[in-house]
């Protein structure tokens, strides 16, 4: 793999995730998806090695770096290598926390970022039955009442959802103002009114539980509403462009795992009397596969620096790049590694069909990867536009 300069720090917390995903998740991963239950042990124990608290800031329990998005993609590349699935736990709760990063005062972000650094997950509710890609149409409703804001709705779809137990969740607080009366609300787990529907049985990423959000009547302290009053779609969409490398990592790691697996079964398996890794048809497609997950990688870890360094412009058009490409190339190399399985890669004796199963999703979540295109082109006809 190419040396992208990581620093100390990071390369340890590399090595670590690696570790857990090698010792801990490997060799469950495959009774986790066959259940779909949550693997807590797996989680407690990536919370126990601190990563975590790899993307807090270090004055609310985190680490001492300012690098949280980029430490990000780090862990989630290397625990997507061996389980895209149980891996999302983390990542979900990193999307959780960032709307809390983006808008939270000093006084919220104490409350509820220490809790987050010692493993406590975090949820993200924006999705809903009208409002996925389309994130301006929100239909879930906070009523102001007295020093309370009364919760209606229901939010579909919910990566953690009943396992968190901290959720930043997008209102309507003004609906006379449309996409700018939205709010980001933090609403806990126990909240009278505050239930989760049932757990959808999904094709991949099964030991990510994945359920409804439903309020009624949900009362929450109206100092839960991160920044402004009405700045929940703006704060969506600065955490998008946080976020989305990081979907980007768990793409990259599900690919990456997807290939090592190939090319080990490549030199195992024999036909014609030689391993099949002799036929330059199959060495050909294996070439392919590593060019497009390392170009993957440069992408993801160019773009996650940018992010760190704040830069104030093309931020959302690279986080999408880095999302779209990344996730389509999962999808290309765990099919072509599914291939280079035969008829075997097809049975779930074999693990590779899961990584096919997992890549899926990347290519759907957090904006399908038509809304990445379009952000893409936007962003590039905008820059047009202003001489850039």
Do not use: H
């Not at 985190?62 to 895209?84: F, H, R, W, Y």
């Not at 509710?125 to 409002?131: K, Q, V, W, Y």
């Not at 309370?148 to 953690?160: D, P």
């Not at 806990?188 to 239930?195: I, L």
């Amino acid at each position: 793999m190419i040396d992208y300069f990581f620093t100390e720090e990071q390369m340890m917390i590399r090595d670590v995730a690696r570790e857990i995903a090698d010792k801990r998740i490997r060799p469950v991963s495959a009774e986790f998806d066959e259940s779909g239950e949550f693997p807590w042990e797996v989680t407690k124990a990536i919370a126990e090695a601190d990563l975590f608290r790899t993307f807090i800031p270090e004055q609310f329990g985190g680490m001492d770096m300012d690098t949280p998005i980029m430490n990000m993609c780090i862990v989630t590349e290397e625990l997507s290598k061996a389980c895209g699935g149980i891996a999302l736990g983390f990542a979900a709760t990193g999307l959780g926390t960032m709307p809390i990063l983006v808008a939270g005062s000093d006084e919220q972000k104490a409350k509820w970022l220490p809790r987050i650094a010692d493993g406590t997950l975090a949820a993200f509710g924006l999705t809903e039955a009208n409002a996925g890609s389309d994130a301006g149409g929100v239909q879930t409703k906070a009523v102001l009442d007295g020093d309370e804001l009364v919760i209606n709705g229901t939010k579909q779809w919910i990566t953690n959802a009943g396992e968190a137990e901290i959720y930043t969740v997008f209102c309507v607080t003004d609906p006379a103002k449309g996409a700018r009366g939205v709010s980001t609300i933090v609403v806990e787990k126990g909240t009278p009114g505050f239930t989760f529907g049932k757990k959808e049985n999904k094709l991949g990423i099964r030991a990510s539980v994945t359920r409804e959000l439903i309020f009624q009547d949900c009362r929450v302290p109206k100092e839960n509403i991160l920044g402004k009053p009405g700045s929940g779609f703006f704060n969506a969409m600065k955490t998008f462009d946080m976020s989305r490398p990081g979907v980007a990592a768990q793409a990259l790691g599900i690919a990456a795992g997807a290939l090592d697996l190939a090319v080990k079964y490549s030199r195992e398996r024999r036909q014609f009397g030689q391993p099949i890794s002799s036929f330059q048809g199959l060495r050909w497609m294996l070439a392919d596969m590593a060019m497009k997950v390392e170009a993957s990688r440069a992408l993801i870890y160019a773009t996650a620096k940018w992010v760190d360094t704040c830069k104030p412009k093309k931020s959302a058009v690279y986080s999408a790049m880095a999302k779209c490409y990344a996730s389509d190339v999962a999808m290309e190399v765990t099919t072509n590694a599914l291939q280079v399985f035969g008829g075997y890669g097809y049975m779930k004796e074999y693990p590779i069909e899961k990584y096919m199963r997992d890549a899926k999703i990347t290519q759907i979540y957090e904006g399908t990867n038509q809304i990445q295109r379009e952000e893409i082109s936007k962003g590039l006809i905008a820059a047009a536009a202003g001489g850039e």
